[in-house]
């Protein structure tokens, strides 16, 4: 795990942290996590930079000193600091919090496999997959060491134990899973009042996590939906000064 102090100015040693998951998954040292498509990522990220370089050192000439109007180099900037910020908050943080991304990959993975819909949603990024997922989340959540979603809102506990309690009278998070997915308005079956008293709560703390910092959940979502979805890659990018 990196220290705070080498997390600024695109260090080499997140690179190296990113070097170490992938040769661990190679060699069968460690599991395949959301950690290993995040460092290969970043060294995708790396090796397009030092190819970059290396064809503009034969064309030296032709490189605007004006370092910003050299759209290759600026296009291949712009998608490592990416790479090297995602890779930095992933690969770098604590354990619980590696485990926290874990669990929720694993509630979304088995909520789409039993939900067709939800699957296709999730791939094409539909708005009922946004709404979906930070409820399932919430919903699964109740029952982890930790609520992983809490870090982005600040919950109040009462309103957490009462969510608690409404959705073991509704019959555990399995008996709320189907209007977790669809909403209640898109219910295909009549939702009894236990179901939508636990869902009613569970959308006021989905709500609240999805609004209390938007930027940070947005960009949470994005990467467990590019995880889920196998679409977190580096961009092809032309070479071009």
């Not at 795990?1 to 998954?25: I, M, P, T, Y």
């Not at 990959?105 to 791939?123: F, K, T």
């Not at 109740?142 to 009462?162: I, K, W």
Request: glycine fraction near 4%; hydrophobic fraction near 45%; charged fraction near 20%.
């Amino acid at each position: 795990v990196c220290s705070s102090d080498l997390f600024h100015d695109l260090s080499q040693q997140v690179v190296l942290r990113a070097q170490e998951v992938v040769k661990g998954a190679r060699d069968g040292v460690v599991a395949e996590t959301h950690l290993v498509p995040i460092a290969r990522t970043l060294l995708a990220a790396f090796a397009s930079m030092c190819e970059y370089l290396r064809y503009v050192s034969h064309r030296i000439e032709q490189v605007n000193s004006a370092l910003c109007k050299n759209p290759g180099l600026c296009d291949r900037l712009e998608a490592f600091e990416k790479a090297w910020t995602l890779a930095r908050d992933h690969l770098c943080c604590p354990p619980a919090q590696q485990q926290a991304v874990e669990w929720d990959l694993g509630v979304l993975g088995r909520a789409s496999e039993d939900s067709p819909r939800l699957a296709s949603w999730m791939e094409g990024r539909e708005v009922e997959a946004l709404l979906a997922v930070p409820r399932l989340l919430v919903l699964w959540g109740l029952e982890s060491p930790a609520l992983s979603v809490a870090r982005f809102a600040n919950l109040d506990e009462a309103v957490l134990e009462s969510l608690r309690t409404a959705v073991k009278r509704a019959g555990g998070p399995a008996a709320v899973t189907a209007l977790a997915v669809t909403g209640i308005e898109d219910s295909m079956t009549a939702v009894e009042e236990p179901c939508r008293m636990a869902f009613m709560l569970l959308e006021r703390v989905s709500l609240q996590v999805q609004r209390s910092d938007p930027g940070a959940w947005n960009e949470y979502l994005e990467l467990l939906l590019n995880l889920l979805c196998g679409t977190l890659k580096y961009p092809d990018l032309p070479m071009r000064i």
